[in-house]
């Protein structure tokens, strides 16, 4: 029965629609096993409050290192001229309950992929979403979407078990001061995210009730995170102090969606509640971008024998036809929050990378993609006509004076040595926290082209190959060459000057299988501009060129539009099917060089162990000291944890442990052992934000 139904469809710790109507104990752990699992998870660089006691006596003392987020957002450049006819898409990520290993700060080893969204660039905001009174995005999620440019939102959660919700509005006698509000704004800025969604989803004690006192506190908490943060109302608690999901922005809500400045409704509405909503925002001078309209992927997993899981479309909504939705919201004008995206993984044992792309490319399923439901061909077909990115806003990569990518993945090898040393025999290990930013697909832009890439990851490191396949003759037209600009690929959307602040650098790899090879070029406010080896020779497996091209410098503001790769080959096409390999290109950088500035002085000293914790948790760690002087290069990206380190590379006894993104990492217990009564060499390298070595230091210890 649990397969007819979808195990995963019953048992999901999700919302769905019904649950404050019939609230049940908390039959969980004991307040003994939370505690003791809270200080495990803390270990793994996770942060989370169960009681309004655990939140109440926080200080900034109590957070360590490895819990806190190291990179600055990438502040991305804003053409609203280029989101017409686009909506932006929030994603709400509640995924088996979250704070998985997988997530933590020191990779662990893996047999398969979870997920890591790797359409990032079409996000504009990304809510990390656990069953706890207070969830604070993991580090590592937190430095992967600010090195993308996405904001990282934690949530406050009261649901119908959580017990002294009237804490939340506790305040001084003037009505106005709220010690929680402050609290939470501090927990924000520590840990480095960028805000809350407040999810409420049980009525207040009648005694401690007064609408006018809930939207005073959310206020506060409002100015207390500042400009740069933000702040979402879950359409749940009504202003009658009733849980009632009105789908829609309308009087039940408003004040509370104002106070915030945003709002994300229930996903089980239609058309009409979004033309609603529409005017309501007009009305009220809410901007339609913050309103954004849920929609829930697993509703495509609804049966006749489970709960009724409703999103828009009201058939067949949701999982694989998520992309109908946000198309509808696009044309309102509305933003699209997604509800539970790693469904694909969820649902999908073993295939998850292969539905994702299906859910937002609206490609096939690929052969033997088997799931729960029993009839996988059926009830998950592909959507070609409305995929995600057809109608997600494609935003800049980068900011208007820095991008860089070493296209790093969230998975990644390691050697023999360190596969049995470090990562329990497996060949693959997770490092969420260093997912670069990675190139446009060619099947998300809709494209038809000789050219195809892909991220192979080689002796640990990731390098984009660049491959040519050969198309169908009856899909190329007779005067179409493989010069043609049509067959050009965009790598990277930009929104950079041309006007010689800028500096490109490619380091490449020719493979020498595809004849001459293949070219880089920009488009330059909207002209096709080629990197020909005048401009830019191929030296010492090396491009290294100015951005400041002769023919468009007559445009007023000529700016980099998109760094694009094109085939060099003679035509006719080849009709053999068979892909071959071309160039494989590792990193991509692009920043302002202002010769007036130097760079800042960044050093690594004083490498030590350090024994912490007791009990249970127990452990070793490394430690180091870091420090950066002098003024930070204009335009690079500067921590204000680490400072001009993007992160360090730490080496023990020759084991690569690969990135720690603070001034520790704590070392496994096995791998410890295995060092027992010896001299060790340690070594630590310290890496800026454009991928260069700005530091290392070593020594040896004796464990």
């Known amino acids: 029965m649990a397969y007819l139904l979808g195990w995963k469809d019953i048992l999901r710790p999700i919302r769905d629609g019904y649950r404050h109507l019939f609230p049940s104990p908390d039959t969980g752990p004991t307040p003994e096993e939370r505690r003791k699992q809270r200080a495990l ?50 994603l709400c990520h509640d995924y088996a309950g979250n704070y998985h290993d997988y997530e933590g700060p020191s990779g662990i080893g893996l047999e398969q992929e979870k997920y890591a969204c790797e359409y990032l660039q079409y996000v504009d905001t990304f809510i990390y979403f656990s069953h706890k009174l207070v969830c604070v995005p993991p580090p590592t999620w937190t430095n992967a979407l600010h090195r993308n440019g ?13 017990p002294d919700s009237e804490k939340l509005l506790q305040h001084g006698n003037d009505g106005l001061s709220f010690p929680l509000a402050t609290k939470l704004a501090k927990i924000a800025d520590h840990y480095k995210f960028d805000g809350w969604l407040v999810n409420i989803e049980k009525p207040f004690p009648t005694a401690s009730w007064n609408a006018h006192v809930l939207e005073a506190f959310l206020r506060q908490l409002k100015s207390n995170l500042g400009v740069e943060k933000q702040l979402i109302w879950y359409d ?27 709002v994300l409704t229930n996903y089980c509405w239609k058309e009409s509640d979004a033309a609603d909503s529409l005017h309501e925002g007009l009305q009220t001078n809410l901007p339609s971008h913050q ?45 699209a929050g997604i509800f539970a995206p790693a469904w694909t993984f969820e649902h999908f044992p073993g295939h998850g990378r ?14 033997g993609t088997a799931c729960p439901c029993g009839d996988c061909d059926k009830r998950h077909q592909p959507n070609k006509v409305t995929p995600i990115t057809s109608f997600a806003r494609l935003y800049n990569a980068g900011s208007e004076t820095f991008f860089f990518t070493d296209f790093s993945r969230a998975f990644s090898t390691h050697s023999d040595k360190e596969k049995e040393s470090l990562f329990s ?18 099947e998300s832009l809709g494209m038809l082209s000789p050219l195809r890439h892909r991220l192979e990851d080689v002796s640990g490191r990731s390098q984009l190959v660049i491959e040519a396949c050969n198309l169908p003759l009856s899909s190329i037209k007779k005067d179409l060459a493989p010069t043609d ?46 990197l020909t080896q005048y401009d830019c020779p191929r030296i010492d497996h090396l491009l290294d060129l100015e951005i400041r091209t002769s023919n468009v410098l007559s445009l007023s503001n000529p700016q980099v539009d998109y760094i694009c790769i094109q085939p060099i080959a003679s035509y006719p096409v080849p009709s053999q099917p068979v892909p071959y390999r071309g160039d494989s290109f590792q990193p991509i950088s692009s920043r302002n060089f202002p010769s007036e500035a130097s760079s800042p002085t960044s050093t690594i000293s004083d490498i030590q162990k350090s024994s912490r914790g007791e009990g249970e948790t127990q452990h070793l760690r490394l430690c180091w000291t870091h420090s950066s002087s002098g003024q930070p290069v204009k335009g690079m990206p500067y921590s204000s944890i680490t400072g001009s380190f993007s992160y360090f590379v730490v080496c023990v006894d020759g084991n690569g442990f690969g990135r720690a993104y603070a001034g520790e990492h704590m070392l496994p217990a096995s791998f410890v052992e295995r060092l027992a009564g010896r001299e060790v060499f340690v070594k630590i390298k310290g890496i800026g934000f454009d991928g260069h070595e700005l530091s290392s230091a070593s020594t040896t210890l004796q464990f």
């Open 291 to 335: 309103i954004h309209f849920g929609i829930d992927v697993w509703a495509q997993n609804t049966t006749k024998l489970s709960h009724p899981r409703i999103t828009y479309p009201e058939y067949g909504g949701g999982g694989t036809n998520t992309g109908v939705a946000v198309a509808k919201l696009a044309e309102f004008g509305l933003s």
């Open 485 to 530: 600009h049509n067959w050009m690929i965009p790598l990277f959307k930009l929104d950079m000057p041309a006007d010689g602040s800028l500096r490109l650098r490619v380091s490449y790899r020719d493979l020498s299988n595809i004849p001459q090879g293949v070219a880089f070029y920009m488009k330059v406010s909207g002209t096709v501009h080629g």
């Open 150 to 162: 996405v904001k990282a939102l934690g949530t406050i959660l009261i649901e119908s078990q959580t």
């Open 41 to 90: 998870d803390q270990l793994k660089g996770f942060t989370y409050f169960d009681t309004f006691e655990q939140l109440e006596t926080w200080t900034d003392t109590d957070a360590d290192p490895l819990q806190r987020a190291n990179t600055p957002l990438m502040v991305r450049s804003v053409n609203e001229r280029e989101g017409l006819g686009k909506t932006s898409v929030l």
């Open 236 to 262: 749940a608690l009504t202003t009658t102090n009733k849980v009632s999901y009105q789908n829609a922005l309308n009087t039940q809500n408003l004040p509370f969606a104002k106070a915030c400045g945003s």
């Open 354 to 367: 292969d539905v994702e792309q299906t859910m937002w490319d609206g490609g096939d399923l690929p052969e």
């Open 425 to 442: 025999g497996f060949s693959m290990h997770a490092q969420l926290g260093s997912q670069a930013i990675l190139p446009l697909r060619t």
